[in-house]
Nanobody, 113 residues
Framework: QVQLVESGGGSAQPGGSLKLSCEAS???????MAWYRQAPGKQREWVAT???????YYADPVKERFIISRDNAKRMVYLQMNSLKPEDTAVYYC????????WGQGTQVTVSS
């Protein structure tokens, strides 16, 4: 059974940075690792994905601002968020695919001045 524990959320001013981390404890071999987010009153949306081979993919709203990375030895996935905007405010969820899909509990990110 894989458990995902996220950390690193919080508040930032527009233009600031935050880094999210997610540890996938209990995993054996993780395939896809990704981040999603859900803003108040909106559906959950995909943010970024990193494959087992290290290929990265980004949603258009975060391209060139966010960087997803993973450390397979530590079973970690990260999301470096730069040039934050108020519209980045959301609960961010870690998502992992091993033999099945797993979701983290979510971590709040608030961007405001």
């Amino acid at each position: 059974q894989v458990q995902l524990v996220e950390s690193g959320g919080g508040s930032a001013q527009p233009g600031g940075s935050l880094k999210l981390s997610c540890e996938a404890s209990g995993s054996v071999f993780i395939r896809t690792m990704a981040w999603y987010r859900q803003a108040p009153g909106k559906q959950r949306e995909w943010v970024a994905t990193v494959s087992s081979a290290g290929s990265t993919y980004y949603a258009d709203p975060v391209k060139e601002r966010f960087i997803i990375s993973r450390d397979n030895a530590k079973r970690m996935v990260y999301l470096q968020m730069n040039s934050l905007k108020p519209e980045d405010t959301a609960v961010y969820y870690c998502y992992v695919v091993e033999l099945r899909e797993y979701w983290g509990q979510g971590t709040q990110v608030t961007v405001s001045s």
